[in-house]
């Protein structure tokens, strides 16, 4: 068993000064097989220049434009976009409901994305929660010794959607358990299981952004599915690869690499992709997105699943599978005619009553379990819920220093320090 959560004050969240620096409040977490840092909205300016600007100075990422071989060694993201993410968060007045916003970075560009959610991530919100005390401790514990798990409410504001995490509590004692192994991360630590509630349409508003379970795109058969996150699905074969290459190779093929640009390309433009302002997103700006739309290639399962993966995020091989991303792939292998269905034949048939679905989906980094809540209406698959298990780890609490804050920001730092 771990620690005991802190009493509901949130004391040691406060912004400070040292030898006339100041001092950031972070927590540096690892939800899944993701790492980032999470912080309070509460110390953030209003001002999105002035916040954009602290979280790059945070990150380490280029304050001004693009900057080829920032290797990050002046900020705590780390270069690969699993590693560079950071969480914001608030309370509701009642503490049992968070809102999450999503910042995702990338080592050498100054661009914020903030599309979309990240299913790996969210598993640390809960435990942040409990940790600063933003969700009262004793209700908590309350939860666990009635239930035997503790149940928290997120919204997501960067998809407008809302999920459920439980986490389970010693009931006698209110202590949190670190019980729960996943593929890709050595050891059990405290376990989260997430729900995702209507998860359709997250970027789109349909489940079919196309209209069609199957398209040709590009030359190459490909299902275009919105689960949680828009997706395109191809079979491996159809880029000549097997489907079970190492992630390492798959980034090194530069013709590879290129073809599969122009892929998503072509796919985010047909599934009429928008930016965070409503504005269609141009070829050149999903060329550059680092979260959308996000592609995979599929084959058989060898080990025992429903069929195998290579995720991309898209600029990169995905060392495992994101759990957004692997919810709404075990929701297309529900769908007739679909490229992922193909690929995993034994994937069970959806019926006129709603119920759940396993699907299990082989990765580089070994099986991810998903539950997928379905039915069938109209002859039409309806994805009602998504769920899947991560675990959570604090790594760090801290503070960072801010030595190149410009004058704005430091002057508003210092106006909230105490």
């Not at 729900?195 to 190459?220: F, R, S």
């Not at 084959?299 to 995905?318: C, D, E, I, K, M």
Request: glycine share 8%; hydrophobic share 40%.
């Amino acid at each position: 068993m771990s620690k005991q959560f802190p009493n509901p004050d949130l004391s040691y969240l406060r912004i400070r000064h040292a030898f006339g620096i100041p001092e950031f409040p972070v927590m540096h977490m690892r939800g899944g097989t993701s790492t980032g840092i999470v912080i309070w909205q509460q110390h953030l300016p209003a001002d999105e220049a002035l916040r954009d600007e602290l979280i790059r100075h945070l990150m380490g990422v280029p304050l001004d434009g693009e900057r080829g071989g920032n290797r990050q060694t002046h900020g705590l993201g780390r270069a690969t976009p699993t590693s560079n993410k950071v969480f914001i968060v608030d309370v509701d007045p009642d503490r049992r409901l968070i809102s999450s916003t999503l910042a995702q970075l990338a080592a050498d560009k100054s661009a914020i994305d903030w599309s979309v959610n990240c299913g790996n991530m969210s598993a640390a919100l809960p435990l942040y929660a409990l940790d600063t005390g933003l969700i009262e401790v004793d209700r908590a514990r309350q939860d666990a010794q009635l239930n035997a798990r503790f149940q928290l409410d997120i919204f997501n504001t960067n998809t407008g959607s809302r999920m459920s995490a439980q986490m389970a509590l010693d009931a006698g004692s209110g202590n949190l358990l670190a019980d729960t192994a996943i593929p890709g991360v050595d050891g059990r630590f405290p376990g989260v299981d997430l729900y995702l509630h209507e998860p359709v349409g997250a970027k789109t508003g349909a489940l079919l952004p196309t209209g069609q379970v199957l398209d040709v795109i590009d030359g190459i058969e490909v299902s275009c599915v919105d689960v949680a996150v828009p997706m395109v699905i191809a079979a491996a074969a159809a880029f000549g690869k097997t489907g079970y290459e190492t992630p390492a190779e798959l980034d090194a093929d530069g013709d590879f690499k290129q073809r599969l640009r122009q892929l998503w390309v072509a796919a985010g433009l047909r599934m009429g992709l928008k930016q965070r302002s409503g504005q269609a997103m141009t070829a050149a700006q999903l060329a550059a997105s680092e979260t959308i739309p996000k592609i995979c290639l599929v084959a058989p399962a060898r080990n025992g699943g429903h069929l195998s993966v290579r995720y991309f995020t898209p600029q990169a091989a995905h060392p495992s599978l994101a759990v957004s991303g692997g919810c709404c792939l075990a929701s297309a292998c529900l769908l007739p005619g679909s490229v992922a269905r193909r690929a995993a034949p034994y994937a069970p048939s959806v019926t006129a009553a709603a119920d759940t679905y396993d699907i299990a989906i082989e990765n580089p980094a070994g099986v991810l379990e998903t539950r997928i809540e379905a039915m069938t209406r109209n002859a039409q698959v309806h994805i009602c819920q998504a769920a899947y298990r991560r675990s959570a780890q604090i790594l760090l609490r801290g503070t960072f220093p801010l030595y190149r804050g410009s004058p704005a920001l430091n002057a508003f730092l210092r106006a909230q320090s105490v």
